[in-house]
């Protein structure tokens, strides 16, 4: 039998904050979970990305190194490790980290641990605000700035600024947000097998 987990998912040092809630079976990996949060804040898989917990990182390991429980130096496999085994507690944070120029941080708080009633559990998110950045846009401070430009169509970089916005993220609007437009896509690439879609054992 499985849980299901409930994280609240932000982003570090951006204000007003950008945030998600979303529940995810215990059973997925954190290969799995990435594919999930790419999703969620509409990042598209472009740059390398890492979890953090308890003092070890998981990622894609370098090479063809044999990844063992009993080397904490090691980067453990994120395609090996699923959130279970983590052994997460209620009020514990994992940490994920993407794209390691901008270094994009966010914290996935563990809410809620509830057993999985469902014959079939895929992704889905119930809560959240703000679109998120757009890919390559600078950090925290570059998004700042690309925000200040879009508020001002006076700007001289007002014209430049939203043709490449249109280019990489057309439609793009800060205070944009839905679940259930998220909600859609997770079901559909959970349909095509591309995200994590447990059966109860």
Not at 10 to 23: A, F
Not at 34 to 45: A, Y
Not at 154 to 172: I, S
Request: glycine share 8%; net charge negative.
């Amino acid at each position: 039998m499985s849980n299901m987990l409930r994280f609240h998912l932000s982003l570090w040092t951006v204000e007003p904050q950008i945030w998600r809630r979303l529940w995810i079976s215990d059973r997925s990996t954190l290969a799995e979970f990435h594919t999930v949060l790419q999703v969620v804040m509409g990042w598209e898989d472009c740059h390398l990305h890492k979890f953090a917990l308890r003092g070890r990182d998981y990622g894609i390991p370098d090479g063809e190194e044999r990844i063992t429980d009993e080397d904490p130096w090691k980067v453990g496999d994120e395609r090996r490790v699923t959130l279970a085994t983590l052994r997460l507690s209620v009020g514990e944070t994992l940490e994920y980290l993407y794209d390691f120029g901008n270094m994009w941080h966010h914290s996935l708080l563990l809410e809620e641990r509830t057993l999985e009633r469902q014959p079939l559990s895929a992704p889905f998110c119930t809560d959240g605000a703000r679109s998120g950045p757009p890919e390559d846009s600078g950090g925290d401070l570059g998004f700042e700035g690309l925000l200040a430009i879009l508020a001002d169509p006076a700007d001289p970089e007002f014209a430049e600024t939203r043709e490449w916005l249109d280019h990489v993220r057309p439609g793009f609007s800060a205070e944009a947000f839905s679940a259930s437009a998220l909600n859609h896509e997770l079901t559909h690439l959970a349909a095509l097998g591309q995200l994590p879609s447990h059966k109860l054992a």
